[in-house]
């Protein structure tokens, strides 16, 4: 067996998306939602991607990449994946080593990982690097063959009752000639409450266009946003997959001053009407274990759970990461918030 690690290329999409799709057959993604997250990553974002090649076939690869929402230029998320037909090779680890030589020259502070709790294998993989848990993200699942909008009835009078409306993107877009910067502010706002281990920081207007308004898996009928007069004050939106008839559900939220008073629950259903109006079957979504309150309203609706993801990482400069905790807590190196 000849096993060559390279960098990879744009001929190398399909391939590295096949294997992708091979490791995650639930979790399946398209090619060209990947060239558009590659297309569409800030200047700032430091990222790329090794191949394993197997007699001339890639049979895994390996990824480092940064987070434009909670960024900082010496933390890094890694990630190392090899087809099933290829694994007990050594080729993951041989992908890890090639990675951490790359990164080097970085200095990186901190590496962050995903691992699902019941991947048994990718567990020890990454505990042998040193990678520890630091928090997990319940998954859970919601069928929509099994979600009926009529129990919820009274849940969207009380809201409609505060004088709460919730429209569809679509309707705002006619309506609202700066729909765009509008949604991106209260995006960005409700973003910075989201449970996270690092703090928030801005995704740039015209980013965020690119990434999200531009992307092949962006359904405006599945955008909901909830006003109270003019003022936007909720949203919940759900994004095409690349299993057919799978959505996932975005970011569901809403400014401080409006929470408890059940406008995340009337998103969240009315959202779910209307993809199941739209002929699509399920969606999953992602929720850090503590949360609570967004947990306790997708159990109500019908999501179950399944295995969670391991949010892991390793440290490899802990005074340097101290110090950039410290400077980001008290907003020295913090991006603005709208």
Known sequence: MEVLIRQFTEDDYAAMVAVFNAVYPEYRDAEAS???RDAKK?????????????DGRIAGLATWDQFSCAYHPRKFMVEVMVHPDHR???????LYERLMAELASR???LLRAEVNEANAVGVRFAAARGYVENHRQRE???EFADFDPGRFAADLARVAAQGIVIRSLPELQRTVPAWKRRYHELDQH???DVPWPDPHTL???AAWCGKELESPNFVPELHMIALDGERWVGLSNLWKTGSAGRLNTGLTGVVRDHRKRGIAT???VRAAEAAKALGYERTMTWNEQGNAGMLGINERLGFRFRPAWLEIERVLDATALAAASAEMASGGEREGRP
């Open 203 to 205: 995704v740039p207007f």
């Open 266 to 268: 009337a998103l969240k």
């Open 190 to 192: 409700v973003a910075a």
């Open 34 to 36: 990947w060239r558009h």
């Open 140 to 142: 859970s699942l919601l």
């Open 88 to 94: 007990r090779r050594g080729i993951g680890g041989a």
């Open 42 to 54: 800030e200047a700032r974002i430091d990222w790329g991607r090794f191949v394993a090649e197997v």
């Open 107 to 109: 200095d990186p502070m």
